[in-house]
């Protein structure tokens, strides 16, 4: 079995959503396809070394962003514990801090559509004749809950439906 292998099957025991183990898979894939780029002949997870993580920590580091880089090496580190090497995982040369990418922000990039955009969108939806898009744009602006009770008490009284092509119809 090769190095990618083990880390997989090493990746997907260990628990978690599925975006979680979609996220570890793709280190693992990443992480193996660095050690074949780096010509480092590891051939099973019991056989990986501080020094393999730690260059891999500075590969990662000029490609991602900090905080993205501790979330790649967290995602590393419990697929260690998950093949059975957890005092490897917790070696306190491979640490966040010792690998120099501690105090990454945790605040978001995204910010929220702005009450103008929203009403921009809304009209030109009207004004393309997508009054049904428009009308669930509209519901998305009411709260989770109260938006999940309307949507049902509408479904019950049957003023809605599914075309042929997948959209949702208000009748």
Known sequence: MSLQESMIRAARQGGGSTKTREHRERVARDYSSFCRERNIQTKDISKIKVKHIQQYAEYIKERLSVRSAQNQMSALRNILRSAGRGKFADHRDISNEALRIKGGSRMGTKTALSLENYQAG??????????????????????????????????????????????????
Do not use: M, N, Y
């Open 122 to 171: 809304i009209e030109k939806l009207e004004a393309r004749g997508s009054h049904g898009e428009a009308a669930i744009l509209r519901l998305w602006a009411i709260p989770t809950f109260l938006r999940a009770e309307f949507l049902v008490k509408q479904w019950d009284k049957g003023r809605w439906g599914w075309t042929c092509t997948g959209k949702i119809v208000i009748l």
